[in-house]
């Protein structure tokens, strides 16, 4: 298969789909298939570059704050124009208004299509709304296959009028190669090299610090609820939100595990 995926966000920048999306186009690549990426031309990237050896094309968005999706729809289509013998299955990583676009776009050059959404009540969030909410809804009625990764999502799909032979329920896998239990010494000793407690459960939380992420509401009823009454300990990774510029949340957040632990 010729797999062209979009991303909006793609590396150096932080973005979870992204990241799944390479470990897939990883997996792709093993099995003989060609993955290529397109992503939105931020600001300081170049339009042509390389990650991990895959190719990667950016397309710039409209400037200003209203509206500058049709910009970027327009020089997806111009992309995709170019490369209409070279691909057969356009896949977005994520079902937002702006992704819908690989719907039509397919469509018009004869591939295959496909958008996973990875977050209840965010990707699908508006859609039959407004006028934005109704185009998304017929954008993504042309998509070929629209993946969940949670039951609510499958459900969020035909709710919103998507037809559910179009519709798949299918939870981000894990590579074990490169996740797996450990013998309890090396354990031990990785704790002990982090400085987390020996003798108590650790919960782990990635991902970017977003407000959309309920981190706030986790660390706050954590600290509340003393741990839920498990005796665990909370370990939150990850990196400052691009909506969080001045670091506000992050600071409030160390401020109540601080005051927490004294």
């Known amino acids: 298969m010729r797999i062209l995926m979009f991303s909006t ?3 150096p920048q ?6 799944q999306a390479i470990s897939l186009a990883r997996h792709l690549q093993k099995r003989g298939h060609q993955v290529e990426f397109v992503t939105v ?14 190719s990667v094309h950016r397309v ?5 704050t209203r509206h500058k999706e049709v910009c970027l729809w327009c020089n997806l289509f111009k992309f ?26 397919a469509k018009v050059f004869h591939w295959k299509s496909l958008v996973k959404a990875s977050l209840a009540d965010n990707d699908l969030y508006g859609i039959k709304l407004s006028l934005a909410g109704y ?3 017929k954008f ?3 998509v070929d296959a629209c993946i969940g990764i949670s039951h609510e999502l499958q459900t969020e799909f035909i709710s919103a009028g998507i037809s559910p032979e179009k519709v798949y329920y299918m939870p981000n896998g894990v590579d074990t190669a490169r996740f797996y239990p450990v013998e309890p010494e090396e354990k031990a000793a990785l704790r002990k090299a982090f400085g987390l407690p020996l003798d108590r459960p650790v919960v782990l939380s990635i991902g970017v610090f977003d407000q959309r992420k309920n981190l706030g509401w986790l660390v706050e009823n954590w600290v509340r609820q003393e741990a839920f009454n498990t005796n665990a300990f909370l ?12 670091g506000a949340l992050i600071a409030s957040l160390k401020q109540m595990a601080a005051e927490k632990s004294e």
């Not at 932080?14 to 990241?19: D, I, L, P, R, V």
């Not at 710039?60 to 200003?64: A, I, P």
């Open 41 to 54: 031309k931020w600001p300081g990237l170049p339009a042509r570059d390389t990650f991990d050896g895959f």
């Open 135 to 137: 185009i998304h809804y």
């Open 14 to 19: 932080y973005s979870g789909a992204a990241k």
């Open 9 to 11: 966000y793609f590396p």
């Open 140 to 142: 993504l009625r042309n």
């Open 80 to 105: 995709v124009y170019k490369k209409r013998h070279d691909f057969d299955i356009f896949h977005s990583h994520g079902a937002y208004y702006t992704n819908s676009i690989v719907g039509p776009l």
């Open 235 to 246: 370990l939150v990774i990850g990196p400052q939100s691009r909506e969080d510029q001045d």
């Open 60 to 64: 710039k968005m409209g400037r200003g």
